[in-house]
């Protein structure tokens, strides 16, 4: 039994508000328990320069959190006046992994930018940012198509994607790992998988001792079955039955 | 009448979720119409290193903005490397206007840092944050006094304060722009006022034409009148009766 | 009876070295006391990317202070690699305050930088910014005109513009304070009003004590004196009779 | 076949060059083929203040490029004024990788950096980086015991590390992927295994599509050999028989 | 002759305004034809970190120009967030000059920073700075003096030092060059001096052609003879009879 | 005699790696002692954007330093954020005395880049970087010859160039100065000269006593001669013979 109740395999609760913010053309607020963020699809006609004239789109990501998002205050980064390292190395994750399921061509010269900003942190802020990023990119694609800047057959989403969080404690495989988990795992994971159940990203560190095989076909197999959970939740958010 | 059915002197429906934030000491969600800030207050004992040793407190503001809290997408700042001057200008009139009420011998050497973040904008941002933030700063300071950072005795708000936009649209003085009548606004006016009504900080800006004393005069009355109205909505979420 | 011998309502000594700079296409050295601030006009033909084809001009202003232009030293923003929030309040208020008097139509597709940099600081350094500038703003137009950059019958300035600082000290409504007044002023006021009278900013701020709507307007029917009497000396440095 | 003749689960030609610099504590020159990244230890005795007093030590890295250690010229990023994602996202890989077989108490209050400069880019940057690192960070701990920074019988090193890149091309798991092959990758796993044949880190990537379990199992074992083979060079190169 | 009329070996009309601000420990507004800079020194009790306890004082300087100095508008290096290499070499080159007629024991634990403004730029800026600079210098120095930083006998200048610009103009040797003939000359020269006639920096470029061993002499002997009036006239500047 | 063995007028063992790159056009691994500097020259078609359609290129030079090249480590500038003032001063003086052998209408439209890296530094450096750099940069204009880049009948270098350090310690005028005799040094001169013997650039700083006349004298005999022994092994290396 965990701190929090859940048994090593459960899922947080997971509340996704779709729509949260009535300036973009695709938001939501993914909570993954206390861990809230913020994610919005911009979506604007043309591409960055380098990219002209190949009739493919662009898809892009920033995260950022809230100076009080977490426990103690963190400096800001704009006053800072640079990025930290974790900032650079989760946007660049989120990016990657949205791309994964996007058809370029399909999405035509257009750029989609996902903003997910933290609004509060508990833990596997990057696996809920992947989450609902998903869920905002959907929408914006879907405004894009009634508002004609894809055409209405064509399709830039060629899968769902979400992602979660896996580590072991105590020697004990676990799902969806909040902060007081976060920081006592040996071993920590985050992987990315589409809807159809296939890899995108796999990331393992060994923060304690390092891993052997059996360990990690053991942390894969959690992140199958909590990353299937969340693309159901994913659906039915956006409104399959 | 106005755009959103409001008369010239009403304030648009002003919504303040008290402890939005499970992290910080003090916080609120603050709504005026569309418009959705997150203040926090972060509450740490000690004092910056030039005010050592003096027994005063310390309390200091930083403004921002969500890169799609507005209707296209910003650059973020952390990523161009450098705040931006309406950034800095904001950031600081928030700081003097929360300093205007604090007793900051009875706050003893702590400090508060209150961050404002526009998670949407629709104008008035500046005095939403003024507004939310001395909600959480109220609350900060309760806790503070429950967890004995100062004394049971000590009262370091002297006053509550509050702020409202006005200005001249089409000849007509006018409370609480949106930002469809902020962009039309002739002469725009930031006032900040105490609960007991007094002003804290009037600045008026004529981005028209410039403007005489009776359009002076007839703006700072508006003024007035909404934050009298702004402090009875504070008071009345803090508990008081 | 002030510390230099003034009345509460009288000027310090103001002196206007109009053409200070030979490189210029319009300057001016302005003295308010022993406050010294060099403002020089740059005009260029052409207009920033955002502004082409609409046939208009643009006038921006920078503000600066020399390192020791105050009694104790102060780090270059050069060297520091970022501007602070003080230096971007005042250019942009700078820059407010020239464009309210420039119909931007007849100065045509023209760019003019006002640059004021602080040689020596008494207290007042941006309300003498603004009126030097509007002096070296005045050669430069005219300049643009000898030079056929603007038509020989467009006039470019719609009016004349002057700044004074007034404070509350002891309280007493005082005009024009230099530092060690300023210092001690519980309300501080910087007032930007056109040659015709009328206000195109009035920026209040309480650093004491918040101020009641009596000693504004007090405050206020100072300003307008100062900025007359500004704007009479402009008139006669520019060559009025 | 592959195009420098290698069979799929061979390793390209490795060098290492023990003690390259005459100023650093530990160094080496690695090559992995064309790929050659000088790498330097600085060990320091003492540690960042945040970890004062802890009688533990730190080791940290820092991983840059030369402007033209790839094909075309890079801008530098002290020219560009801040680092890029991928630089600080390589040097904590190789932070992490070197600090998992450090035992920090025995390294006492001794700050070690590892810095690693790719001189020529052909592929696999990141592994040689990481498996030079351990080579110049084994001569930098036998320094410290040599100059008494370290007690004699302290042994601050609690394995060995090495890392190889793996990926899948034409379907096809392949082992130390150069240049050419790494942007055909479908997919492309980078994995640090320490000497026993533990993971410290994996880190795979889809590039083009999304990657099964079957897959991932045969990177992973083709990796496992990679580096069993890195290990024995470094043991070699350090003077073992 | 010259387009200004003054014989190769002429100096242009130098004047050095003494004390001309009210702020600074010493200053000096300089001079050189057209070309202006003010020159302050700040003294401040201390050293920074590494110099202290050793009883030695530290001179350092920073030299900046104007954004419009020139005949066309550069952009501030304060909005441009980082110095260029121009700066920072003259800079540097002003700092060891004077630091080379500075005994930093008889100094004691002071130190002084030479900030050189050029208010007006019309080529030999750096030369001109160190000239004036030297003046300023001397006046803090008697500053301290009388303020007891330093020792009623101690003498901390151990000579002056004056600068000045030579160049070799179709084929003619030429002393202090003005920007018209700066941008022609095939080899340009930069020579500081001692008042007792010894080098302290010589910096020669060939801009044009490289040059021989006679037109290198030839220059030396022109610098010579410049910076020997120079020194008189700073002396003269300085009351010296 | 020496610390190292040599004669006050020998130079230290020189070692001219050509080709040390497989990626640049042109490179050169220079060693000077135990000074190592990795040299490349990147040509591109195209010039900057202000040199456009005047049949002119462009040569420019960067230099910068690992961290560790040295005795005890300094932070990388691209973590600082900022290049500093000496590696702005000598990327400046490399480019210049590249360039100033460089018939720019014979090189045409193309830009090449001199990447000077110091590997490993004790002394000399920047001497090292300017005679490394000329071969880089021959190599680079014969790459460009044999693609066509340049007409196969231009000569772009108008000759070649080399530069040396030189010193007076204890009295003694020294040639090609290691850091132990760099530090004792009273007077430092750096010289860059070319191969038929004409000055490019003398630099000569007075670090402890101002110099006379016949130390100048003396250093400049030293560094021809120093110089006139580099250009021969420039030509060796380059297949002359």
């Known amino acids: 039994m965990r701190a929090d109740g859940r048994t090593p395999d459960q899922l947080r609760s997971i509340t996704i508000t779709r729509g949260w913010s009535k300036q973009a053309e695709g938001s ?86 996902l903003d997910c900003d933290v609004l509060q942190a508990d833990g596997g802020t990057r696996t809920a940012a992947i989450t609902g990023a998903y869920v905002a990119l959907a929408d914006a694609v879907a405004w894009a198509r009634d508002n004609k800047l894809i055409a209405r057959n064509a399709n830039p989403l060629t899968d769902s994607v979400a992602a979660i969080s896996v580590g072991i404690i105590d020697g004990v495989p676990m799902l969806d790992l909040p902060y007081v988990e976060d920081v006592r795992a040996e071993t920590d994971m985050n992987v990315v998988v589409t809807g159809s159940g296939k890899f995108v990203e796999v990331q393992g560190t060994a923060e304690g001792a390092p891993f052997d095989r059996a360990e990690l076909d053991a942390l894969l197999d959690l992140a199958l079955q909590g990353t299937a959970e969340l693309a159901e939740i994913q659906r039915r958010t956006l409104g399959g039955e």
């Open 28 to 113: 939501a607020l993914i909570e993954f328990g206390n861990t809230r963020v913020l994610c919005t699809a911009s979506l604007t006609p043309g591409v960055p320069r380098w990219l002209k004239g190949e009739g493919k789109g662009w898809v892009t990501a920033e995260y950022a959190m809230l100076p009080r998002a977490t426990n103690t205050r963190n400096d800001r980064e704009s006053v800072k006046g640079k990025l930290g390292g974790r900032t650079h190395e989760i946007s660049r994750l989120i990016g990657r992994s949205l791309r994964s399921i996007i058809d370029t061509k399909a999405l035509g010269e257009n750029t989609i930018v």
